[in-house]
């Protein structure tokens, strides 16, 4: 994971832990500052960011996308770039990272022909305990 931060106070104004799985990774980002930071997914990774507490921003060259407490915040295919801003003096997020040829071979083996990165995030809405669940257990 690639995180760039710019911040210029003395203090720690950002934590990370993470969990290594054989085909997942969560990384959690606990953040308390309302400086931009910019996110690079792995490049075989697919990122599903979900925002556990605060109220943030996320933008990408073609999307927009915005997170509150207990709620899905964004979905980054392998590779890309990410600035996330905190609206609030916190922001934690845990991202989890999935294996995208895991993934793509799951769809395939579940019948579909193509995969959709809009349909991941689209599935969201509803399920996000199960994945903040999961994360707080890792």
């Known amino acids: 994971m690639s995180l760039h931060h710019a911040c210029t106070a003395p203090e720690d104004c950002f934590s990370h832990d993470a969990f290594k799985g054989k085909s997942i990774k969560i ?3 606990n953040l308390n500052c309302k400086v931009p930071f910019i ?3 792995d490049k075989d990774k697919l ?3 979900l925002c556990l507490r605060g109220e943030g921003n996320a933008l990408t060259k ?4 915005y997170g509150v407490s207990d709620s899905a915040f964004f979905v980054l295919d392998p590779g890309r770039s990410i600035k996330v801003s905190s609206k609030s003096d916190f ?3 845990p991202i989890y990272k999935i294996n995208f040829s895991t993934l793509l071979q799951e769809t395939i083996r579940q019948g579909a ?3 959709d990165f809009g349909s991941v995030f689209s ?3 509803g399920n996000e305990q199960f994945f903040i669940v999961c994360a707080k257990q890792f």
């Open 62 to 65: 073609d999307r927009d996308f």
């Open 47 to 49: 990122s599903l960011a």
């Open 27 to 29: 990384n959690k980002l």
């Open 123 to 125: 599935a969201l809405p």
């Open 113 to 115: 022909q193509t995969f």
């Open 39 to 41: 996110f690079q997914a």
């Open 91 to 93: 922001l934690d997020l």
